[in-house]
């Protein structure tokens, strides 16, 4: 799956860009402020409908214009072309696709399986947990059908659950949910696991080439309940008094996470900057392989401002790694480094400047 054309309108500094992509490698050049991580933000969004530099509504759109505009022509994993657009106005959207509106912006995005690696990628490792249950959930969108509405029947039982514990109910009536709760809750947790055991290998092998150095690595899921003890629906009886005092379901999915250990340890605060990207690279790169193992073609792969960090022989590594993929990838940088053009024998080179992209080759 790879696009073919890519054209933006109202996206922060582009009045208007129009790319064509290869299906290989697009390097996107340019100095501070020029626009790379504008145009990553675009492909971004057309895989989540949202960027990862905050709400649209935040300075996605260009200063004192309308609406935002993305458009682009793909290829399916079948080679099949393909052409859809997304209009946001700050407050609503509106999507096409193929000629035809589509009113469900989950599918949409289903189209354009993204995964983008950009400079608060870190929190993958070092932030909160729900940037981890994002990744994992990610990834059960696009290959479990079962998860989304697991996660939705989920989220909407622990809505009104909550809503529930602030009026102070009755014993009973607060049971009504429970079941509800459990039952899809247990759902989403059976993925969840069932995804990170499958990923742990691929991980481990990718820390082993990217970091040789420290160690073996490892995944550990904890459930957001004492799951080795006892199933949702115990947890959450055994927890009810405390969640009528804070007025919140302390237990759940919704305060699952995971974590990467280096040598057996948990070593999440000791981790340098360098370390902590190179983990976060690892989780993300191994999700693309296992996302290849389930769908057989490879989602595009998007890295912002990739060198930063790096010394030259991690990075080396991981370009290396990209190389024997089939991923539609993009870079962002400042610098047409040398390895680049020694790694990736194809490579499409783009001259991003303040509110224009040319091509360079
Ligand atoms: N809503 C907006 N309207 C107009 N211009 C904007 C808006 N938001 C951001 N900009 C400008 O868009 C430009 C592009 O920003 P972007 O972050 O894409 O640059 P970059 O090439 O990734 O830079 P760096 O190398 O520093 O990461 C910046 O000059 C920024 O000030
Ligand atoms: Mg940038």
């Not at 589509?102 to 599918?107: A, H, I, K, R």
């Not at 290998?201 to 820390?207: E, H, L, M």
Request: aromatic share 10%.
């Amino acid at each position: 799956m790879h696009l073919t054309e890519l054209q933006g309108a109202n996206l922060r500094c582009f009045t208007e860009f129009s790319l064509t992509p290869v299906s290989g490698v697009n390097l996107l050049l340019g100095e501070n402020g020029a626009g790379k991580t504008s145009i990553i933000e675009a492909i971004h969004i057309l895989g989540y409908g949202r960027s990862f530099r905050g709400r649209v509504r935040d300075g996605l759109i260009k200063q004192s214009t309308g609406a935002l505009q993305i458009t682009t022509r793909w290829h399916d994993h079948q080679g099949t072309p393909h052409q859809a657009g997304l209009q946001h106005s700050g407050n609503d959207w509106q999507a096409r696709q193929d000629g035809a509106d589509v009113d469900n912006l989950s599918q949409f995005c289903s189209h354009f399986p993204v995964l983008s690696f950009e400079p608060g990628s870190h929190a993958l490792i070092s932030g909160a947990a729900e940037n981890r249950r994002r990744f994992v959930d990610w990834a059960l969108f696009h290959v479990e059908p079962d998860f989304f509405p697991q996660w939705r029947r989920f989220n909407r039982a622990l809505k009104q659950r909550n809503a529930l514990l602030k009026t102070q109910p009755a014993p009973q009536t607060l049971a009504a949910w429970d079941m509800e709760y459990a039952e899809s809750g247990e759902a989403i947790h059976f993925y969840r696991q069932r995804y990170l055991d499958s990923l742990n290998p691929g991980f481990q092998a990718i820390c082993h080439e990217f970091l040789p150095e420290c160690g073996p690595a490892a995944l550990t899921y904890n459930a957001g309940w004492r799951q080795a003890q006892m199933g949702l629906l115990d947890a959450l009886r055994l927890n009810q008094d405390r969640d009528m005092q804070t007025g919140f379901c302390g237990v759940g999915p919704h305060r699952a996470d995971w974590q990467a250990n280096l040598n057996g340890q948990l070593q999440q605060e000791h981790f340098s900057r360098g370390q902590a990207k190179l983990l976060a690279l690892s989780a993300l790169l191994a999700q693309a392989q296992q996302f290849v193992a389930e769908k057989d073609f490879w989602p595009i792969l998007c890295f912002d401002d990739l060198a930063s960090e790096l010394d030259a022989g991690h990075f080396r590594r991981v370009l290396q790694w990209l190389s024997d993929t089939h991923a539609q990838i993009w870079i962002s940088g400042t610098e047409a480094l040398p390895i680049y053009a020694e790694i990736f024998p194809v490579l499409k080179l783009f001259h991003v400047e303040q509110g224009r992209v040319s091509d360079l080759q």
